[in-house]
């Protein structure tokens, strides 16, 4: 089996179920359904826990040709992920979007469980008010940059203008 990127042999990879294959040049990954589906389910915690904060940038507009039978794959969703898919065999993730996709099912996970939460408790108009600044104020601070560790200067010394 071939990588649809590279043209490379793809390696197996062992998931317990499904079939799966990685490239070690790329290091985009495919998947039946079979395998994508016990990944989301059982693995989605550690997925996620290296991927990306941002959905990683591909060649979008170049259609890749299916490992197991060749034909032009098309553009499909999974798991909140533009991707290549064939329709027969599986999907192709290139590398950091099925660690983008893992965190996109934790995020869901977690909405359903705040909803449900939400539906099963009596909570006041100021106190939902409050809950929602906080964590409004959360994100927000998730997506802000790291600080700088040191000053950066400008100049080649220390002297002041």
Do not use: I
Request: with cysteine; charged share 30%; glycine share 8%.
């Amino acid at each position: 089996m071939l990588c649809p990127r590279c043209n490379l042999d793809l390696d197996a990879l062992g998931v317990g179920r499904g079939q799966a294959h990685g490239c070690p040049t790329c290091r985009g990954v495919w998947l039946d359904d079979e395998a994508l589906s016990a990944l989301m389910n059982e693995r989605a915690e550690a997925l996620a826990a290296g991927a990306p904060r941002f959905r990683p940038e591909h060649d979008e507009q170049r259609l890749l040709q299916c490992p197991v039978c060749s034909l032009l794959m098309k553009k499909v969703e999974r798991y909140y992920v533009q991707t290549d898919g064939c329709q027969r065999h599986g999907v192709w993730f290139d590398q950091g979007e099925l660690g983008f996709a893992a965190r996109g099912v934790l995020e869901e996970r977690a909405r359903q469980a705040a909803e449900a939460a939400a539906a099963a408790e009596v909570v006041s108009p100021g106190e939902r008010w409050a809950r929602n600044q906080e964590r409004s104020a959360a994100m927000l601070r998730e997506l802000q940059p790291e600080p700088a560790s040191e000053p950066v200067s400008l100049f080649d010394d220390d002297s002041e203008y």
